[in-house]
């Protein structure tokens, strides 16, 4: 039994079954929330998704509203789907607060929106579609726990998708609920739902309004189902809209903010990896002013879902009095060498033996000299742990490349570098 708490407006209750007075844990929530992942759009399309368009769908930023519209036309199958370039890690026994606004276009016949919390196998969200010429929104938690996806979607008010389909359980949003409140999905809205995974736990999922959070439907699992209801709670943030065939008329999701929050920190509690540069063959600088690669490192073709962070790296320059420029960079390519997996119990790649590279973010950068002949060591605070977390485009199924590399001032004798890069596996 949890703390019993009484407001105005609510009978004395546990905090869990109080409306979000509490965290999916039961714990009263306080302000030490950690931020995994945010994402506004001020400027630009910030970068931090990836696009899969079909048949005439598009994404384009509007400047004036700070936002993303996700654009379909009247054809059947056009698409536009949109997911994060990374997954969030859910830590077992912390609530996961996960924050999607958008605008959904209104409904009509072969039009599909979703928004949340998912990827191909796992995951939950809202969706929107007509249902024999009818709007019908709906939560769905999708799941891959019995080989096949599969998908139990809970309606509005109930009714429309079979036996199980008995309505959203807490708060309707048709006038009815506690709230008295009606939903206009047309209009602008902030999802929210908080998970408690472990395998067994209750999402709740639900809408901000005025401020205030609205539980309207809890997916219960404990004392209830014989496995985990979905693989996994570490998953991406995804929008979509897609014609399952031909409309009368173009629509526009508009992809607006979202963030994932654990509740309580994170504690990181993963594998401890680590390569570097062999004793007996450092790198060599052939040219002066030009970056060369120290260390690659990408996720494995086959866990792309993996959750991997760099921690820290190590560089020794060669030379006395010689001063060495270095950075990390996200998104770039290395040409030459070889992509060696770490091992069984690794969802990484390294390549030691890179010739040059090309394109990336950078995400960190510094200088050091050789004269000190000491063995500097990066450290990556822990507020910018999840930057430098690999990623990957779930939609090509391509890896994308974390690279250490290093620059000379002059060229003189022989002269490079000895490197290596700390990391920690947390999901495999």
């Known amino acids: 039994m ?15 079954n109080s409306p979000m007075l509490g965290d999916a844990f ?38 004036n509203q700070g936002l993303v519209n996700l654009n379909v036309d009247t054809t059947n199958g056009s ?14 026994g912390k ?13 009509q016949n072969n039009l599909r929106q979703r928004v949340g919390y998912f990827g191909t196998d796992n995951g939950m969200y809202i969706q929107l579609e007509n249902v024999t ?33 008995t309505g959203w359980n807490v708060d309707k949003l048709n006038g009815s609920g506690t709230s008295g409140l009606t939903l206009d999905i047309t209009k602008a809205q902030i999802l929210f739902m908080d998970i408690e995974w472990l395998g067994e736990g209750t999402i709740r999922v639900g809408f901000i309004i005025d401020g205030v959070f609205i539980v309207c439907h809890k997916f219960n699992h404990a004392n209830l189902i014989t496995s985990t209801y979905i693989t996994t709670a570490s998953l991406p943030l995804r929008y979509e809209i897609t014609n399952t065939g031909a409309t009368t008329n173009p629509s526009t999701l508009k992809q607006v903010c979202s963030s994932v929050i654990s509740e309580g920190g994170y504690e990181l509690r993963g594998a401890q990896q680590a390569v570097g540069t062999p004793i007996a063959t450092p790198i060599l600088f052939a040219a002066a002013a030009t970056f060369y690669p120290m260390v690659g490192l990408k996720l494995t073709a086959t866990k792309l879902d993996a959750i991997v962070i760099l921690t820290a790296i190590s560089i020794l320059g060669l030379g006395n009095g010689k001063n060495y420029a270095w950075r990390i960079v996200q998104g770039g390519t290395v040409t030459g060498g070889a992509w060696i997996p770490v091992g069984a119990d690794s969802a990484v790649e390294y390549n030691l033996t890179g010739t040059s ?18 063995s500097p060591s990066v450290d990556i605070l822990k507020q910018a742990l999840f ?29 490079g570098m000895y490197a290596s890069a700390d990391w920690e596996e947390i999901s495999r």
């Open 2 to 16: 949890g703390t019993v708490i009484s407001t105005s407006g609510l009978s004395s209750n546990s905090v869990l």
């Open 387 to 415: 930057t430098t977390q690999l990623e990957r485009n779930s939609f090509t199924g391509v890896a994308t490349e974390l690279i250490v590399e290093a620059a000379i001032d002059t060229i003189g004798g022989t002269l």
């Open 95 to 107: 609530s996961l607060l996960v924050l999607n606004t958008f605008v959904m276009a209104p409904a």
């Open 133 to 165: 010429g009818n709007p019908v929104v709906s939560f769905v938690e999708r799941s891959l726990v019995t080989g096949a996806v599969t998908e139990t979607k809970i309606s509005q008010n109930g009714g429309v998708y079979g036996a199980g389909d």
């Open 26 to 63: 039961g714990r009263i929530r306080v302000s030490n929330p950690l931020t995994l992942f945010d994402s506004s759009h001020r400027y630009r399309d910030n970068g931090l998704w990836n696009t899969s368009t079909a048949s005439g769908g598009t994404a384009v930023f509007s400047a």
């Open 79 to 92: 698409q536009v789907l949109r997911e994060t370039s990374k997954v969030f890690s859910y830590q077992p």
């Open 357 to 374: 590279t090309a394109g990336g973010r950078v995400l960190a950068q510094g200088y050091i000299n050789s004269s000190n002949q000491a």
